[in-house]
């Protein structure tokens, strides 16, 4: 027969359980993301797309530090 004197589970199982279980959502998540970050690039040509959704390698040329445009200091 069944035990009448029924065990609770504490609280810091309970806490340990819910914790593993965010963990293993977390690592599906991160799974998710690197099997469709693959897709994505097998999509564009094998290029990676960085965080702005452009082409990376396509984003806009940004001006070298220094002088700007058109300052000739050899005059």
């Known amino acids: 027969m ?3 004197n029924k065990r609770k589970t504490t609280m ?4 340990r359980e819910r914790k593993l ?3 293993r959502a977390e690592k599906q998540a991160r799974k998710v993301a690197r ?4 897709a994505d ?3 564009n ?3 990676p797309l960085d965080s702005g959704s452009q082409l990376a390698g396509q984003a806009e040329p940004v ?3 220094g002088h700007p ?3 000739d200091l050899g005059d």
């Open 2 to 4: 069944a035990s009448s």
């Open 12 to 15: 810091a199982k309970l806490n």
């Open 21 to 23: 279980l965010e963990r």
């Open 35 to 38: 099997k469709q970050a693959a």
């Open 41 to 43: 690039a097998r999509a």
């Open 45 to 47: 040509g094998g290029r």
């Open 63 to 65: 001006e070298e530090l």
């Open 69 to 71: 445009k058109g300052d």
